[in-house]
């Protein structure tokens, strides 16, 4: 059960942490990740980390704005997006992977099991 929230209105340039808690995660999950769609747009992936390697990746709009992180002790998973523009305005997700897959990319298509999302919006 994966569940999102942080999310809201802020200016450009401005700052925001997202924060999914996922209360039933297990290891057998080996990545997650989140994804954001944009009204009119298909869902897309934002940032995903590896469960067994720690390894992170990023889609190239939002390299070197925002860092994923996890905290495997309460299993949360953070999303902190700096100098936001308004073209990050989404809903943003995070999901898991099917069981015991490891995830060949940060696609939306390799992941199935979602929360419910937060909106972001970025506007002045």
């Known amino acids: 059960h994966l569940v999102e929230s942080g999310g809201g209105l802020v200016q450009p340039g401005g700052s925001l942490r997202l924060t999914c808690t996922a209360s039933d995660f297990s290891s057998d999950y080996y990545a997650i990740g989140w994804f954001r769609q944009a009204p009119g747009k298909e869902r897309e992936g934002v940032s995903c980390?590896?469960?067994?390697?720690?390894?992170?990746q990023y889609a190239a709009s939002v390299e070197g704005r925002f860092t994923i992180s996890r905290d495997n002790v309460k299993n949360i998973i953070y999303l902190h997006m700096d100098s936001l523009k308004p073209e990050d305005t989404a809903v943003y997700y995070c999901a898991t992977p099917f069981r015991m897959s490891i995830p060949s990319s940060c696609s939306p298509h390799e992941y199935d099991h979602w929360g419910q999302g937060t909106q972001v919006t970025v506007s002045s």
């Open positions: 980390i590896s469960t067994l390697d720690k390894g992170t």
